[in-house]
């Protein structure tokens, strides 16, 4: 069963960048799309980002602009870089197949607060 292992995330001035990693213990070639969701304090699990095995990618509008997403199948790999951070940004985001069918990760904690 694959596993998905979050990392990168960190406290972080508004303005400032931040790149997401998303290791999974298995092969995600297979796994037509994956994606980066986020939860914040008292707030539902939401989609911000998704990429194809082919590449396509789709933001969330609160995304758009300014988050990347991309993966590397070879190294079974899914990547956020995430720039102009806002504190509404804040949340713990996780990484998972879409829709997610795959175990949850315990997530990486972003904080942007001045």
């Known amino acids: 069963q694959v596993q998905l292992v979050e990392s990168g995330g960190g406290l972080m001035q508004p303005g400032g960048s931040l790149r997401l990693s998303c290791a999974a213990s298995?092969?995600?070639?297979?796994?037509?799309?994956m994606g980066w969701y986020r939860q914040a304090p008292g707030k539902q699990r939401e989609l911000v980002a998704t990429?194809?095995?082919?590449?396509?990618?789709n933001y969330a509008d609160s995304a758009k602009g300014r988050f990347t997403i991309s993966r590397d199948n070879a190294k079974n790999s899914v990547y956020l870089q995430m720039n102009s951070l806002k504190p509404e940004d804040t949340a713990v985001y996780y990484c998972?197949?879409?829709?997610?069918?795959?175990?949850w990760g315990q997530g990486t904690q972003v904080t942007v607060s001045s």
């Open positions: 998972n197949s879409v829709p997610d069918f795959i175990s």
């Open positions: 298995g092969s995600i070639g297979s796994i037509y799309t």
């Open positions: 990429i194809t095995s082919g590449g396509t990618t």
